[in-house]
């Protein structure tokens, strides 16, 4: 009897775990077909088109998104299942909205190529992650560090406008975002082992899909700026 009762059990935390997964990339996909539908009403609008990328509404857009990921990362475990995926999906919104500028900057098949590439290359390192026997927690600090220099440089390069540097901070770019690809898909999959229903992982599950967003969007737009063919 007790080996059946191991075996239902065994499957019950299986299918909580799928489940879990499922809800994280699903959450993040949603986001990602939002931002590319919000990209393509507002590029296709002039009015939009003038109100973000005159004066300082585009600088409004860009710290509303910085706030919102700011209090969703601090405020997950206090805010309801509701207002996170509203909170979510509205940077989603706000993204894509600043991100409709691409395309003005790049022709249009240039941004289809780069954007199939960068999935493959997103879904190879999330199916590293997930798969992988190596322990990527270690790097988690490393990435970090790297992500904070890579701030900085971008902000450095804000005032000079050197090409050469831009180029390199999207080659680091590439690199440190794969790399948080699969750190963040094991991150996930370790959460999973203790996954449940419960309101308190379906919100961990958005905030996962949050980070895993964040990692597919910077990888693009790097890819974008070293691959991109400009109009």
């Known amino acids: 009897m007790s080996e059946y009762a191991d075996i239902g059990y065994a499957a019950d935390r299986e299918s909580e775990q799928r489940k879990f997964l499922t809800g994280t990339y699903g959450w993040m996909t949603v986001a990602l077909l939002i931002s590319a539908a919000a990209a393509f009403v507002t590029a296709g609008s002039p009015a939009l088109l003038r109100l973000i990328f005159t004066g300082w509404h585009y600088w409004v857009l860009i710290i509303g998104e910085l706030a919102l990921v700011w209090w969703l990362s601090a405020s997950i475990r206090k805010i309801s299942v509701a207002a996170a995926v509203i909170g ?16 003005f900057l790049y022709a249009m098949d240039s941004i289809a190529i780069v954007f199939i590439s960068c999935a493959a290359m997103f879904a190879g390192m999330a199916l590293y992650g997930l798969r992988t026997k190596s322990n990527l927690a270690g790097y988690g600090r490393y990435f970090g560090m790297a992500l904070w220099g890579i701030i900085i440089a971008s902000l450095l390069n804000f005032l000079f406008r050197s090409s050469g540097l831009n180029f390199l901070i999207s080659i680091v770019s590439v690199a440190v975002f794969a790399g948080l690809t699969a750190y963040d898909s094991q ?45």
Do not use: C, H, Q
């Open 88 to 103: 979510f999906l509205a940077y989603s919104v706000l993204n894509g909205m600043t991100l409709a500028s691409i395309f």
């Open 187 to 231: 991150k996930m999959l370790a959460l999973s082992e203790n996954a449940d229903s419960s309101e308190a992982f379906r919100k961990v599950s958005i905030l996962g899909a949050l980070e895993l967003y964040l990692d597919f969007i910077n990888m693009f737009l790097a890819l974008l700026r070293i691959f991109g063919r400009r109009r």
